[in-house]
């Protein structure tokens, strides 16, 4: 009696033993995927935001072209200190975002300069 008293308290000992380890591992992989999903969501979220932001100096970069008629065409027929200060502001902003735009604005810069000399 005394040995099967012995024997099934053993047994529900290694039982509680592997129960808990095994509750143990659940965890760590539960904890282990919400950080990855975390990590993945603030990852999308600054994805989202820079994307936002481009979007934001495209647009700008683009009204800044359409309505401050920063062209060579407009700096020769049209020129003033209005449309010089905007290629300015142009260069400005190019310089804070993408290449393209920068190597853009740099070019509208170098012919306003050059009008400005030829004047």
């Known amino acids: ?10 047994v529900i000992i ?3 033993v592997i129960i808990l380890i095994i509750i143990y591992y659940i965890i760590i992989v539960i904890v282990i995927v919400i950080t990855i999903i975390v990590i ?25 072209y359409h309505y ?14 209005y449309y010089y200060y905007c290629c300015l502001l142009l260069l400005s902003l190019s310089l804070s975002s993408s ?3 920068l190597l853009l604005s740099s070019h509208h810069l170098i012919m306003v300069s050059f009008i400005n000399k030829v004047h």
Request: charged residues 0%; glycine residues 0%.
């Open 40 to 64: 993945i969501i603030y990852c999308v979220i600054i994805v989202i935001v820079i994307i936002i932001i481009v979007i934001i100096f495209a647009v700008i970069i683009y009204l800044l």
């Open 14 to 16: 290694i039982v509680t």
């Open 68 to 81: 401050c008629y920063c062209h060579y065409y407009y700096c020769y027929y049209y020129y003033n200190y």
């Open 99 to 101: 290449p393209l735009s």
């Open 1 to 10: 009696v005394i040995v099967i008293v012995i024997v099934i308290v053993i």
